[in-house]
C-alpha cells in the first residue's frame, strides 16, 4: 500500500508540471494587458513599457514560465495587479469559507443520498422508490443558481429566517451549502440505488439468507458496504468540482468566498489572481482523485495496490 501511495504521488509530478504551464499558457493567450491595467488608462507608452517590465513581461515566454514555476515552488503567487496584495494571502483569506461551504455541502449530500438510495433500493418499484427517484431527478435537473435564488426568495425575504448573504455565522452557511449540494445529493442517491439493488442479487447476499441473516444486517452489513465504491467516486469527483462550482452560488449568496474572488479578479483582469486560482482548482480535484483511490482499499479489502 505504502509503495502504491508513493509511486503515485511520485507519478503526480509530471502532471502537476503540464497543469501548471496550461494555466500558465491559458492566461497569456486571453485577450488583455496587464500592464495597462495596472499602469491605468492615462498612462503613456513609457509607462505602460515601465509597468511591463516590472511584471516581467518583456521576458521571452519560456523565461517568464520558469519565474512563475520558481515562484510556485517557494510559494510565492505573485501580486495582485487590483490590490497589490500578495495572492496568497488573497487566497488565504478566501479559502476557509470556501472550504467550509464545500465541505457542509458534500457532507449532508452524503447523507441524505446514501439514505435516499439505500430507502429506494429497499422498496424498489413502490411508492418510496418512486419519490425518492422523483427528488434525486429534480435535484439534478434544477440549476444551483436558480435553487439559490429561491431560497433566498422564500427563507430570507419571506420567512426572514437566514440573511440573504455574507458569511457572518453558522446560518450563512446553510442555504448556500443547499444550492451548491442539492445536484450532488441526487447524484450520489441515484448511484447509491443502482449499486445497492446489483449488490442485493450477489450470491453471498443469498447466502446470508439462507443462513437466516436479517435484512438490516443484510443491507448494512454486507451489501452496503461493497456498493459505497461507486458512490465514493461520485463523490469525490464532485467534491473536486464543487471547489470550482462553488462560483455560481457564491455569487448568488454574496459569499465571501474564493468563488467571488475569482469573478471579481476576471472582471478586472486581475492575471496572478486568475492564474492562481485555476490552478489550485486543478491542483485540489488531483489530489482529490489520490484520495478517492486510497480509501477504495478501506471499503473493498479485495483492491489490493502492488
Known sequence: MWQYLVKRIISLIPLLLVVSF??????????GDPARLLAGKEATVEEVEMARQSLGLDKPL???YFVYL????SGDLGYSIKSGAPVSKLIGDRILPTLGLTFLSILWALIVGILLGIISAVFRNRWPDHLGMFTAVSGISLPNFWVGLVLIQLFSVQLGIFPTGGADGWKSYIMPSFALGAGIMAMIARFTRSSLVDS????????????????????????LKNSLIPVVTVAGLQFGFLLGGSVVVETVFSFPGLGTLLIDSIQFRDYPVV?????LFAVQFILVNLLIDIVYSFLNPKIRYE
Not at 496550461?22 to 485577450?31: G, Q, R, S, T
Request: charge should be positive; avoid cysteine.
Open 200 to 223: 442485493m442479487k450477489q450470491d453471498y447476499i443469498r447466502m446470508g439468507r439462507a443462513k437466516g441473516l436479517g435484512s438490516g444486517s443484510i443491507v448494512f452489513g454486507h451489501a
Open 70 to 73: 520558481k515562484g510556485l515552488l
Open 275 to 279: 492564474q492562481a486560482e485555476i490552478l
Open 22 to 31: 496550461v494555466v500558465f499558457m491559458f492566461i497569456h493567450i486571453i485577450p
Open 62 to 64: 519560456y523565461e517568464q
